[in-house]
């Protein structure tokens, strides 16, 4: 079966370090999607791309979050610095707007902890 | 702007009994509904989609869900539960696709009782 791979799966790191999560999409979707998940807020969109061009980042803190996709085979979240705020879950997930029928896939998430 | 609602934190069913999960939406135009299950430690997964056509549809698992239009609801359903569907489970809705921007409710905890 074709998958989204997520890396790492579990980071842990100081306040204020560099955070970078990285997302293989399923080969041929042209659709990534960067979600965080907690407690608190569930599910959240942060950022989206289509063919490789940001859609709609609105759900990102811009100040210390950016994503990325610099090839179609990779898409990066990166936070700097890093705030214990962050500490979640991040899922990546993949799909093909032409099959609108058919479901987003999901990685199986890079859990996030800032000390 | 569309949303989903999942009125229910948890839901608690005895191992063998029916289980429901509800999931009511709003969209402007035709929905494009999708039920997803989420593992512990895993990322979600799909169980079943309407798009169009059947108001009852059958997804992985012995899953099933009822589109109903006039309530605007998608109630997730599953005739007998195992105690391995203890999981949390997403309803989402888009109009223009699964594929395009989704809106999931906040997600309902099944515990199924042995």
């Known amino acids: 079966d074709a998958r989204v791979t997520q890396t790492p799966r579990h980071k842990v790191t100081e306040m204020g370090q560099e955070v970078t999560m990285r997302c293989q999409p399923i080969l041929g979707h042209n659709t990534v999607f960067w979600y965080r998940q907690t407690m608190m807020q569930g599910l959240e969109l942060l950022a989206y791309f289509r063919n490789r061009a940001p859609l709609d980042d609105s759900g990102m803190p811009k100040d210390r979050f950016s994503a990325e996709m610099p090839d179609a085979t990779l898409a990066t979240l990166k936070i700097q610095p890093s705030e214990p705020r962050d500490s979640a879950v991040y899922f990546c997930?993949?799909?093909?707007?032409?099959?609108?029928?058919?479901?987003?896939?999901f990685g199986d998430g890079t859990r996030l902890s800032i000390l | 702007a569309q949303s989903v609602a999942q009125p229910e934190d948890q839901v608690n069913v005895a191992e063998g009994n029916p289980l429901t999960v509800k999931c009511t939406y709003s969209?402007?135009?035709?929905?494009?509904l999708f039920w997803y299950v989420q593992y512990p430690n895993r990322g979600l997964q799909f169980l079943l989609k309407y798009i169009t056509g059947d108001n009852l549809v059958k997804g992985s698992y012995g899953f099933e869900a009822e589109f109903n239009k006039s309530q605007t609801s998608f109630h997730l359903k599953k005739p007998s539960a195992l105690v391995s569907d203890s999981a949390l489970y997403f309803c989402?809705?888009?109009?223009?696709?699964?594929?395009?921007?989704?809106?999931f409710g906040k997600g309902n905890q099944v515990v199924v009782i042995p």
């Open positions: 997930a993949s799909g093909v707007p032409s099959q609108g029928s058919q479901p987003q896939h």
């Open positions: 969209v402007s135009g035709n929905p494009y």
């Open positions: 989402a809705v888009s109009p223009r696709g699964g594929n395009n921007r989704l809106a």
